[in-house]
């Protein structure tokens, strides 16, 4: 009785870590391209809906929200001081350090005989 001998086939010498990691990189290429094509149809509806005058849109849940429009710049917001860098009550800037021979944040005694408070 002859057996046939199985064809050698190649020396499969990957580990199964490397098989792992192939195996992952595979799979999110094709989670990758299945988001995208799903995405896609959904694009698609969306503008189905959007020519019969349904807005929406498709947003990735968790996803940072879109920086809000910067607040108008209130005048009367007080800004910290140039030079002690900061913000009293009431307000004061560089011009109450003219007093000062050597610029140089207020000291607690300065800022009471200034009548003011840091914030
Ligand atoms: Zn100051």
Redesign the pocket.
Known sequence: MKKIMAEPKPTELKTSLQKALEFETKRDAIRQQAKEETITGIQEQLAQLAKLGFHYQLVEAGAPPKPAKPAPKKDGEPKP??????I?VPP???R??RSQQSKA??TEAELAALNLKKA
Not at 81 to 86: P, R
Request: glycine share 14%; charged share 5%; hydrophobic share 30%.
């Open positions: 001081c140039s030079i002690c860098g900061f009293t004061h800037d560089g109450a350090h944040p207020f």
